[in-house]
T-cell receptor, first 110, second 116 residues
Framework: GQQVMQIPQYQHVQEGEDFTTYCNSS?????IQWYKQRPGGHPVFLIQLVKSGEVKKQKRLTFQFGEAKKNSSLHITATQTTDVGTYFCAGPEAGNMLTFGGGTRLMVKP | SAVISQKPSRDICQRGTSLTIQCQVD?????MFWYRQQPGQSLTLIAT?????????ESGFVIDKFPISRPNLTFSTLTVSNMSPEDSSIYLC?????????????FGPGTRLLVL
């Protein structure tokens, strides 16, 4: 079946530093979605990318979908303590199911 | 967006007992999903709950261990049967919605289960 992998698994950054997490799929994806889970919370949808090479921005967050539609990245500029959490990418499998990556846990030191 | 509530929010249970988790959605949805998230891990789909038919289970999950009910389009239950400490996890109910054509997954707040 489809596998979605994320690196790194954990990342400690100093507040103000940048952060990037990478997502790779074993198969070509029709779209990729990103979710954020705050500590003690549940995953919350951030964005969906559909087109090859697509780049979308949400304030300090930049999301990119690879040309081959098998990889994606999330970059946060000048991290803040409010960015703390685990970031998951997810790609659709057959039907309506999503396969989630392992997640990248971001910790920000003030 | 869909608003999902789950009960209980957390529980501590004894080995060998069963717990039923309830999930309520504020709108009618065709499919509801049950996920498990073990401590520090990603989300694993347990099953898809369809109204009017049996749930569809993913590899590694069976109906005897995780019976699911789906009596109507806004409600579902997941039972964790004959629990062991390995069942300690967060159990999340989820639905899909398609605002503006984007198929988005919405999650309930989760049920945090600790089995002693």
């Amino acid at each position: 079946g489809q596998q979605v992998m994320q690196i790194p698994q954990y990342q400690h950054v100093q507040e103000g530093e940048d952060f990037t997490t990478y997502c790779n799929s074993s198969t070509t994806l029709s779209n990729i979605q990103w979710y954020k889970q705050r500590p003690g919370g549940h995953p919350v949808f951030l964005i969906q990318l559909v087109k090859s090479g697509e780049v979308k921005k949400q304030k300090r967050l930049t999301f990119q979908f690879g040309e081959a539609k098998k990889n994606s990245s999330l970059h946060i500029t000048a991290t803040q303590t409010t960015d703390v959490g685990t970031y998951f990418c997810a790609g659709p499998e057959a039907g309506n199911m999503l396969t989630f990556g392992g997640g990248t846990r971001l910790m920000v030191k003030p | 967006s869909a608003v999902i509530s789950q009960k209980p929010s957390r529980d501590i249970c004894q080995r060998g007992t069963s717990l039923t988790i309830q999930c309520q959605v504020d709108s009618q949805v065709t499919m509801m999903f049950w996920y498990r998230q073990q401590p520090g891990q990603s989300l694993t789909l347990i099953a898809t709950a369809n109204q009017g038919s049996e749930a569809t289970y993913e590899s590694g999950f069976v109906i005897d261990k995780f019976p699911i009910s789906r009596p109507n389009l806004t409600f579902s239950t997941l039972t964790v049967s004959n629990m062991s400490p390995e069942d300690s996890s967060i159990y999340l109910c989820s639905v899909q919605s398609s605002p503006g054509g984007t198929k988005t997954q919405y999650f309930g707040p989760g049920t945090r289960l600790l089995v002693l």
